[in-house]
């Protein structure tokens, strides 16, 4: 079966430009979770869904991100205008039920 | 405070040793704690659930602390292919500690 699948995996970009990651959940799972990961501060949720409708946002830095999930098998987050300090490695997960969380592959973002 | 916290290592052992994290988490209603790990540029994976009477697979075994409010993984004769970052999550709200750095060497 294919696991959480995630587009791009690497994006170079310049500070001011639209970002658009992708994110495919496993078929069936009903929690899809968005995750920054730095070095300084780690791997922060910043968002999640559940049955496509989101829960709990409150880890969005502010108003440039914005994540949707028009269906149960596709989610994007948003980051517009893209700055500097934006640059991590995203994850998206999706579990069944609030437990086990399966990673995709992450997606590696830098703004120049 | 942050909710979850790690020792972030990293742990340098032999071959063979033993070794044990520790992870202390704040929110007192967590329910459900989880272990993964993550080698060096790839995704966390799911290692183990933390069942409250403790719980092993192989040579790994998780245990929780309700009282004190920590969890525990203990790895019995390291490998060198145990070496990676272990992170801990408490399920109920998704918050991850900022992970262990093991080393396994020969």
């Known amino acids: 079966d294919a696991g959480v699948i995630q587009s791009p995996r690497h994006e170079v970009t310049e500070m001011g430009q639209e970002v658009t990651l992708r994110c495919k959940p496993i078929?069936?799972?009903?929690?899809l979770f968005w995750y920054r990961q730095t070095m300084m501060r780690g791997l922060e949720l910043l968002i999640y869904f559940n049955n496509n409708v989101p829960i709990d946002d409150s880890g969005m830095p502010e108003d440039r991100f914005s994540a949707k999930m028009p269906n149960a098998s596709f989610s994007t987050l948003k980051i517009q205008p893209s700055e500097p300090r934006d640059s991590a490695v995203y994850f998206c997960a999706s579990s069944l039920g609030s437990g086990k969380q399966f990673f995709g592959p992450g997606t590696r973002l830098t703004v120049l | 405070r942050k909710e979850v916290e790690q020792d972030p290592g990293p742990f340098n052992v032999p071959e063979g040793a033993t070794v044990a994290f520790n992870c202390t988490y704040s929110n007192s209603a967590s329910q459900s704690f989880f272990w993964y790990r993550q080698d060096c540029r790839k995704e966390p994976k799911l290692l183990m659930s933390?069942?409250?009477s403790g719980n092993e697979d192989g040579r790994f075994t998780a245990q929780l602390n309700r009282a004190s409010q920590y969890i525990s993984l203990l790895i019995r004769d390291s490998k060198l292919s145990d070496s990676a970052t272990y992170l801990c999550v408490t399920g109920d709200d998704m918050r991850f500690g900022a992970g262990t750095r093991l080393t396994v060497k020969p």
């Open positions: 078929s069936g799972h009903d929690y």
């Open positions: 933390v069942y409250s």
